[in-house]
């Protein structure tokens, strides 16, 4: 009886979408900040920019980091 309940249980739309949660959300935030009035939307848009950096490992050291973005280099 179990197997049976557990194989009708419900998937999240996204899921069935062939979308990770990730992509979701980021489709759902990206609809939101386009639907704000200025000078709230331009702010929005601001924060929406991901800076991160990466550290290449050798030895079980880090060696120095690389600061990368997620916009495109203007």
């Given at each position: ?29 990206s609809l939101v900040r386009n639907c704000l009035k200025e000078p709230y939307k331009t ?32």
């Amino acid at each position: 009886m179990a197997s049976a309940a557990s194989s009708s249980a419900a998937v999240p739309f996204w899921r069935a979408a062939g979308m990770t949660y990730i992509t979701y959300s980021n489709i759902c935030a990206s609809l939101v900040r386009n639907c704000l009035k200025e000078p709230y939307k331009t702010e929005a848009l601001t924060r929406e920019k991901v800076h991160f950096a990466v550290s290449k490992w050798t030895d079980g050291k880090p060696q120095k980091p690389t600061i990368r973005s997620d916009t495109p280099e203007e």
